[in-house]
């Protein structure tokens, strides 16, 4: 799919000047910034639609683990005292 895309001249030159460091096309740095921005963006939604489904569940339940529950669970990552995952409370 062919896209116009208008840039101030600014722009242009610093997508030029990085294109020509890096060896590649403006084509392909703005392809890729692009390609970049789209699966940030993808995965913050993601995420906040997670926290809302979080949320929802934590009405609706009541379940749920302390930050400090977290922290204390998280620091035993990759360690031999590794635990699992704690239980929620009500």
């Known amino acids: 799919m062919a896209t116009s895309l208008k840039i101030d001249e600014m722009l242009k030159d610093r997508v030029q000047h990085l294109a020509s460091q890096r060896r590649r096309s403006s084509h392909w740095i703005m ?3 692009i390609r970049q921005y789209v699966e940030r963006e993808e995965a913050r939604e993601r995420f906040k639609q997670e926290a ?3 949320w929802v569940a934590y009405q609706e339940t009541g379940r749920h683990l302390t930050g400090r529950e977290v922290g204390n669970w998280l620091d035993t990552w990759g360690t031999r005292d590794e635990r699992a995952v704690p239980e929620c409370r009500e």
């Open 31 to 33: 392809l890729e910034a």
């Open 52 to 54: 809302l489904a979080s």
